[in-house]
């Protein structure tokens, strides 16, 4: 049981730590017949691949992935497709620096999993932190862009909406505004913003939190199920799954307990295609159920712990000291959770869309 598998019927196992020679996934339960290439999912793993800006760790990794198996060429078309079996994805780093934790093989950072992680274990990764390393989200990334395909009529997007305690201006997001700025945002005059107050963070030796918004469209009425099953609950599993996340909502989230019940209720009107929800404080989830409206999910990230700023600690051998974190780190490792919690989302999904297709026999609700 060492709970490095996530998932049901659509199901992955990531492997590999920050400073090993490689990482990687592999995916089981991906239905056979699907469309898939290394393109497809480096297009993922590119957004979130570090070096990308100054508000982002200058660790210079291609993140190159390998289909190792699970996919075959159909001879009568030509494409590369899963054929059912286990998928593999391998991810090499190229660009190691170890000895930028030499001075802190002694030292547990506050506000790190080094001191868990050793109780835990006693042994301890002192090197890039290991499994605790945000680098392991590449694997997961890869994952989720495998799950895409098993939900292609789902669209799956996320917004950095908060760095800090500035928050974005809901009048004026644009989704198409994402790729234009390094923060993933779809604010573009919060995003300008965001560079002033980062530099500042990042210039004083600091770092900062952050809050994501992820969004999917399409999903039909029906998938998740109750109690134990719940669709609300598996995302909240799968974002709280993300190194650094330490808080996450499903629609109006903890800003429903100043609502009245006359606010809160979605009201209802028949429509041509069926009911249809006058406004979403659900979030696309009742009763841990897809109700068919747009699902929404928001993660808070807290502060990246690998900081050059000294802060008391203490050693391995329980002595007093400072601890001071050399090396190439994010000011804000919310951003690139941007396209992490996109993943992780996709592969929710894909899960229970196998799920309730296996359970009901049909892909969405009863219908009208």
């Not at 862009?145 to 009048?171: E, F, M, W």
């Not at 007093?320 to 929710?348: L, Q, S």
């Amino acid at each position: 049981m060492s709970f490095n598998t996530f998932g049901h019927l659509f199901r992955f196992t990531t492997w590999g730590e920050s400073h090993g020679p490689a990482l990687g996934v592999v995916v089981d339960g991906c239905p056979p017949g699907l469309p898939i290439s290394a393109e497809v999912i480096q297009r993922d793993l590119d957004r979130r691949k570090p070096g990308q800006s100054r508000f982002t760790t200058q660790r210079r990794e291609d993140d190159q992935v390998r289909i190792l198996s699970g996919a075959f060429e159909d001879e009568r078309d030509g494409q590369l497709k899963t054929t059912g079996t286990p998928i593999s994805l391998m991810i090499e780093n190229t660009d190691q620096r170890s000895k930028d934790y030499s001075e802190i093989k002694d030292k547990y950072r506050p506000g790190h999993a080094d001191f868990t992680y050793h109780q835990k274990y006693g042994i301890r990764d002192y090197k890039g932190s290991g499994r605790a390393s945000a680098r392991e989200t590449a694997a997961r990334v890869a994952a989720g862009a495998v799950a895409r395909l098993v939900i292609p009529n789902v669209t799956v997007r996320a917004s950095l909406v908060q760095i800090g305690p500035h928050k974005i201006d809901y009048a004026r997001f644009v989704w198409a505004e994402v790729d234009n700025n390094p923060f993933f945002c779809a604010d573009p005059v919060a995003a300008k913003e965001w560079e002033v107050y980062l530099d500042g963070i990042r210039k004083a030796g600091n770092s900062v939190g952050a809050v994501i918004e992820v969004v999917a469209e399409g999903v039909p009425a029906g998938w998740g199920a109750p109690i134990y099953g719940k669709l609300s609950a598996d995302l909240a599993s799968a974002m709280m799954s993300i190194n650094a996340v330490k808080g996450v909502e499903i629609g109006e989230g903890m800003d429903s307990a100043e609502l009245t019940g006359t606010e809160n209720a979605d009201e209802m009107r028949a429509g041509n295609a069926g009911p249809y929800f006058k406004s979403n404080h659900a979030g696309g989830i009742l009763g841990g159920i897809s109700n068919g409206d747009p699902i929404v999910c928001r993660f808070a990230v807290k502060p990246t712990s690998s900081i050059i700023t000294p802060r008391e600690t203490v050693t391995t051998h329980n002595e007093n000291t400072e601890v001071i974190t050399k090396g190439r780190h994010d000011p804000c490792v919310g951003i690139r959770a941007v396209p992490i919690g996109e993943a992780m989302m996709a592969v929710v999904l894909a899960d229970h869309f196998l799920r309730h297709r296996g359970q009901t026999g049909r892909e969405g609700g009863i219908g009208y």
